[in-house]
């Protein structure tokens, strides 16, 4: 256990390393990016050492992998945030650990959440996922709603009882106009917010970038960037 906590540390250092150079690159405080760490596949022990080492936010995408791993690590000081997408059956599971949720792309999602949320009297933070390899009316191939269609699940966020709008989530494309192109996507993600935020100030968390391009997510003003293979290693798939 003490190899993986020693391997963890020197993996959250180097990332650490080169957030802090990415913000100090692009003029940004260190202190306006904040890591959350994508744990999915790796077990609670894993994200018990990452808190020892002061990691404060978690990220999962699966339900059925994160809600055991929340159970059996509530005792500890984290914010889990659920990063996939998200079908409706799934909304009473997620809702009970899940302090927010940045995949939300569909009115029937937002129904289903806020419903639970006042049920579990719980305030849940969302972020609405752009596809920004999405036509207009479409949704993307990994989730998203296209950049027409957030003004208006937007002000469904923010009406919905138990919800608090937060802001924008994407994931780099895989095709269209900015496949190969992350720091022009996350640019045009940030675009998008600042739109968002004359009619919705308080909708100011901006979430993209990995471990491959979190350099140009901070560049183009991220506030949050989710890294999981740079901090936890590769994991071999099950099968």
């Given at each position: 256990?003490?190899?993986?906590?020693?391997?963890?540390?020197?993996?959250?250092?180097?990332?650490?390393?080169?957030?802090?150079?990415?913000?100090?690159?692009?003029?940004?405080?260190?202190?306006?990016?904040?890591l959350?760490?994508?744990?999915?596949?790796?077990?609670?022990?894993?994200?018990?050492?990452?808190s020892?080492?002061?990691?404060?936010?978690?990220?999962?995408?699966?339900?059925?992998?994160?809600?055991?791993?929340?159970a059996?690590?509530?005792?500890l000081?984290?914010?889990?945030?659920?990063?996939?997408?998200?079908q409706?059956?799934?909304?009473r599971?997620?809702?009970?650990?899940a302090?927010?949720?940045?995949?939300?792309?569909?009115?029937?999602?937002?129904?289903?959440?806020?419903?639970?949320?006042?049920?579990?009297e719980?305030?849940?933070?969302?972020?609405?996922?752009?596809?920004?390899?999405?036509?207009?009316?479409?949704?993307?191939e990994?989730?998203?709603?296209?950049?027409?269609?957030?003004?208006?699940?937007?002000?469904?966020?923010?009406?919905?009882?138990g919800?608090?709008?937060?802001?924008?989530?994407?994931?780099?494309?895989?095709?269209?106009?900015?496949?190969?192109?992350?720091?022009?996507a996350?640019?045009?993600?940030?675009?998008?917010?600042?739109?968002?935020?004359?009619?919705?100030p308080?909708a100011?968390?901006?979430?993209?970038?990995?471990?491959?391009?979190?350099?140009?997510?901070?560049?183009?003003?991220?506030?949050?960037v989710?890294?999981?293979?740079?901090?936890?290693?590769v994991?071999?798939?099950?099968?």
């Open positions: 256990m003490t190899d993986r906590k020693d391997e963890l540390a020197a993996n959250l250092a180097k990332v650490e390393d080169r957030i802090a150079a990415a913000c100090a690159a692009a003029g940004r405080a260190r202190e306006e990016v904040t959350i760490v994508v744990t999915k596949t790796y077990p609670a022990s894993d994200v018990r050492m990452l020892e080492l002061g990691v404060r936010h978690v990220a999962e995408n699966r339900d059925q992998d994160a809600a055991p791993k929340a059996e690590c509530s005792d000081p984290l914010a889990w945030h659920f990063v996939g997408q998200l409706t059956n799934k909304v599971s997620v809702v009970g650990y302090d927010l949720v940045q995949s939300v792309d569909r009115s029937k999602l937002v129904t289903a959440l806020s419903k639970e949320a006042v049920r579990q719980r305030e849940v933070g969302c972020l609405i996922q752009v596809a920004l390899d999405a036509g207009e009316g479409a949704r993307g990994r989730g998203g709603v296209a950049p027409g269609g957030i003004e208006e699940l937007a002000v469904l966020v923010a009406k919905a009882p919800l608090r709008f937060d802001g924008l989530m994407t994931v780099a494309p895989l095709s269209g106009e900015y496949e190969g192109r992350q720091q022009a996350f640019e045009r993600l940030m675009d998008l917010s600042t739109d968002l935020r004359q009619a919705h308080a100011n968390m901006v979430s993209a970038g990995m471990s491959a391009d979190l350099e140009e997510a901070v560049a183009a003003g991220a506030t949050h989710r890294v999981g293979t740079a901090v936890l290693g994991r071999p798939r099950l099968g």
